[in-house]
């Protein structure tokens, strides 16, 4: 298996400029979430989804778009990038929501200039 | 908002040295997790321990959790450099729909 992937690993955007970052997984999970990391801090969750089809806000959804049309994928949409995005976003899933292991990919690095 | 503050934010021990790390926490939770983070890496699961838990081994790592207190600490026993990394606690309760909330981790360097 390949576990959680996440693409790109690196990307430099403009302001405005919009973008997906793209998360895979091939282990049949139905919880699969985004975080962002900022420097020096932990995780904050920004959506999650419980299924195909089902999706929902986390404590920092302002400015991300999620979808789940399948259990395999989950991509993130940035809509309009700010400065404020520039961050390091982590993917991850596990076979629930609740007293699971997530698995975490390796991360996007995004700079907003 | 940050559910888990982790104590002491930066450690540093030499190898063979036990190394601890204290997480506190707000609101009453299902279960408490630790993650560890290579520079540049993504999360590795550690352990999981659920609020009727009291103590949980891994090999030379050890977790307690005090629900009283709001509490767990990690315990890592005859540390090695490849230990070298940021822990993070997450607890996952009902009041975040059983999302998980980080901390903001601790930074461990263990020298040769």
């Known amino acids: 298996n390949a576990g959680v992937t996440q693409t790109p690993k690196f990307q430099v955007l403009k302001t405005g400029q919009s973008m997906t970052l793209q998360c895979a997984q091939d282990?049949?999970?139905?919880?699969m979430s985004w975080y962002r990391q900022d420097p020096g801090m932990g995780l904050r969750l920004i959506h999650y989804?419980?299924?195909?089809?089902?999706?929902d806000q986390g404590e920092v959804p302002n400015g991300y778009n999620v979808s789940r049309s399948t259990t395999e994928d989950f991509p993130l949409r940035l809509l309009s990038a700010a400065p404020s995005q520039t961050s390091v976003y982590f993917c991850?899933?596990?076979?629930?929501?609740?007293?699971?292991?997530?698995?975490f990919g390796p991360g996007t690095r995004l700079l907003v200039l | 908002s940050q559910q888990g503050e982790e104590d002491p934010q930066a450690l540093s021990i030499q190898e063979g040295e036990n190394a601890t790390m204290n997480c506190s926490y707000k609101?009453?939770?299902?279960?408490l997790q630790w993650y560890r983070q290579n520079s540049g890496r993504g999360l590795v699961h550690l352990i999981l321990?659920?609020?009727?838990?009291r103590e949980k081994h891994s090999g030379r790592l050890r977790v307690t959790l005090d629900t009283s207190k709001k509490s767990s600490s990690l315990l890592i026993t005859a540390s090695r450099a490849a230990d070298t990394a940021s822990y993070f606690c997450?607890?996952?309760?009902?009041?975040?729909?059983?999302?998980?909330?980080f901390g903001g981790g601790t930074r461990l360097m263990v020298k040769p």
């Open positions: 321990i659920r609020s009727n838990e």
């Open positions: 989804s419980v299924g195909a089809g089902i999706t």
């Open positions: 609101t009453s939770i299902n279960n």
């Open positions: 991850a899933s596990s076979y629930s929501s609740s007293g699971e292991t997530q698995y």
């Open positions: 997450a607890t996952e309760s009902d009041n975040a729909g059983n999302m998980l909330t």
């Open positions: 282990m049949n999970h139905e919880y």
